[in-house]
């Protein structure tokens, strides 16, 4: 009984240890942790910005028809005008879990991209959804070219079908057999991934209305 109780205390210590050492280098670690997101970001928001942005900057928050919180970011020039912004969402319900989404916006609302920022869906046909990856063939690599569009990113037929597209489409974008206004074809086999992407891509619409009422 002795020693049963002696190694039920050691393991409690061992753990309490162990606990209390990675609580220390979690705090230790996530102000770098932080910087290193935000920083990733930015870079990822730089896609969907105008070549002219000079600064960007976080603009506000607004909240979606069920309580999610949007963050918006404006883009303005060397002069200090606003060009465009960036908002930035997400949905739980995507196969692997949470999507984050960045969605570049004219200041009139329309959609200039969708990028996922964040994602943990399943390699494959999930990636269709999620990802701008570059598919080279034999010419493209001999020749040096790549199949970057506006602003550096690579294409994605779901992704792009929002491009272009008013945010504050009414009753939200919904999918559809045939893309036209406000509705957008669902990634064959992957429609969860592709509902996660369209959830939070009108959780932005729904937070722009909100967003330009508290700024008026």
């Known amino acids: 009984m002795k020693e049963i109780l002696k190694l039920t205390l050691s393991l409690t210590l061992i753990c309490a240890i162990a606990g209390a050492a990675l ?4 705090t230790k670690t996530q102000s770098a942790r932080e910087e290193a997101a935000t920083r990733q970001r930015n870079e990822k928001m730089e896609l969907l910005l105008p070549s002219e ?13 069920d309580g999610t ?7 303005d020039d060397a002069s200090g005008k606003t060009i465009a912004y960036c ?15 960045l969605v570049g916006l004219d200041p009139d609302g329309s959609i200039r991209g969708v990028l996922v920022s964040e994602n943990s869906e399943t390699p494959g046909i999930g990636s269709n959804v999620v990802s ?14 790549t199949g ?22 009414s009753g939200g974008f919904s999918f559809g057999e045939t893309p036209s ?10 429609t969860v991934s592709s509902r996660a992407v369209l959830n939070a891509v009108n959780r ?11 700024a008026k």
């Open 148 to 169: 970057a569009g506006k602003g550096g990113m690579l294409p994605n037929k779901y992704l792009d079908s929002y491009t272009g597209q008013p945010i504050s489409v």
């Open 69 to 75: 919180e949007v963050v918006f970011f404006a883009a």
């Open 87 to 101: 908002a930035e969402s997400s949905d739980p319900s995507g196969f692997g879990g949470e999507i984050k989404v």
């Open 204 to 214: 932005v619409g729904q937070a722009w209305k909100n967003f330009n009422e508290e």
């Open 181 to 190: 206004d406000g509705v957008v074809v669902p990634v064959s086999g992957a």
């Open 23 to 26: 609580a220390y280098v979690s």
């Open 132 to 145: 701008r990856i570059e598919t080279k063939s034999f010419w493209s690599i001999f020749s040096g070219k």
């Open 53 to 65: 942005t000079g600064a960007v900057r976080e603009a506000g928050k607004a909240v979606s028809e």
